[in-house]
């Protein structure tokens, strides 16, 4: 097993994510206690000692199922994370509920690891609100032992990072962040890692695969990585991300026993992408993009000729995560922070924009299939 070094520990560069456990057929909720356990074994058996959960994560069963697992090993012989779930405004003012619930449900008397979690458009006002207290909350449990170290995870774009930052930024140890070879760019993951680095914040990595996306590629794409490298798709993710200096845990998902003992075999080299490797593997990430995305290059022509005042731009880059990832919580999230008037569903059809646009691009076209999506 590879291990990075943080503040004096080894953390296994592959952590266990607990969003995706093994489950009763048809209901996520129904987490399979024993296949947890034995996946649970395995890792510490074979050197992997990062273990990621949180409070909504199988509607709470997440938190229970890796406790009882864990529980079969000595305390100091794995890491625990687990975060408070800010992605719910109704959860701000029960802080002080809901993390004593979280050791007790995990089995432990402290976390490792704790994460503000999820910090985007839709939650930054409260996160930053003092009458909620939840940064002078979890610095008090960190004061008091039962929070080792303090970070935050964000799915918000550079402006809200950049926000967090400025106030909390001395205080945070670490940033966990969507990251992957797609969204290096497709998501900005690029500038968000080099803002962190400015910190001097590490990154730890949620979502490499991207949900699955990026373990099985078109078989043109498979093709083309292999001439290169003889590795699955999956690893090729892997390495992609092995080459960022500032990663130190990878988190992945893993649903099965298959996919564990896969994954736990990549990580015991330390091979990263070559330069060469590197650049065919972003031209597969445009390539993949352009097939399903709208070409917006942001040049912002278009914002000064609508009458509605809509940053296009914007809307037309959540609907290309929206349209890539085949719906989720990501654009209506962001959607709910919008000035009312401003919306995709607010476009007049004038076209006035589509005058200007040097891509040429039916803006109103793509702002009527936006709003049918959100509402189918």
């Known amino acids: 097993m590879i ?35 034995e996946m649970a074994k395995y890792c510490i058996e074979h050197g992997v000692n990062y273990f990621d959960t949180a409070w909504g994560y199988h509607g709470g069963k997440s938190e229970v199922a890796i406790g009882e697992a864990l529980s079969a090993f000595p305390r100091e012989s794995f890491y625990l994370a687990d975060k408070f779930p800010g992605y719910d405004l109704a959860n701000f003012p029960k802080a002080r509920e809901i993390f004593p619930e979280q050791l007790r449900r995990c089995k ?14 839709l939650n930054i006002d409260s996160y930053l609100d003092p009458k909620f207290g939840i940064y002078d909350y979890f610095m008090e449990q960190k ?5 080792k170290h303090l970070g935050f995870s964000a799915h918000g774009e550079l402006p809200v990072l950049r926000r967090f930052l400025e106030v909390y930024g001395k ?13 290096w760019e497709f998501q900005h993951g690029r500038e968000k890692v080099e803002l962190l680095r400015e910190y001097g914040i590490p990154v730890w990595v949620m979502e490499p695969l991207r949900g699955g996306k990026l373990a099985s590629l078109e078989p043109e794409h498979g093709a083309r990585l292999r001439a290169l490298r003889d590795e699955s798709d999956a690893a090729w993710a892997f390495r992609f991300l092995q080459g960022i200096p500032d990663v130190k845990v990878i988190l ?4 099965n026993m298959e996919q564990l003992v896969d994954n ?17 593997l972003a031209k597969i990430a445009a390539e993949m993009l352009s097939k399903k995305t709208q070409p917006c290059t942001g040049c912002r022509y278009c914002t000064e000729y609508c009458p509605q005042g809509i940053d296009i731009p914007r809307m037309i880059e959540l609907y290309n995560e929206h349209v890539f990832t085949g719906g989720g919580w990501m654009a209506p999230f962001a959607l709910r922070t919008v000035e009312e008037g401003k919306r995709p569903a607010d476009c007049l059809h004038c076209r006035s924009c589509e005058q200007v646009c040097p ?10 299939d936006f709003t049918a999506k959100l509402k189918g």
């Open 171 to 183: 205080d945070m140890e670490y940033c966990q962040l969507q990251l992957n070879f797609l969204d």
């Open 264 to 280: 736990v075999r990549i990580f015991e080299t330390d091979a990263p992408l070559t330069e060469a490797e590197n650049a065919e």
């Open 252 to 255: 992945s998902g893993m649903s």
């Open 108 to 121: 432990v008397e402290y976390f490792d690891f704790y994460f503000l979690h999820n910090v985007l458009e």
């Open 359 to 368: 891509q040429g691009l039916k803006i109103s076209e793509i702002f009527e």
């Open 3 to 37: 291990y990075r070094d943080f503040k004096g520990m080894k953390l296994s560069n592959l952590g266990m994510g607990c969003m995706r456990l093994p489950h009763a057929e048809g209901a996520v909720n129904d987490v399979d206690f024993a296949a947890v356990a």
């Open 143 to 147: 004061e008091a032992g039962l929070i």
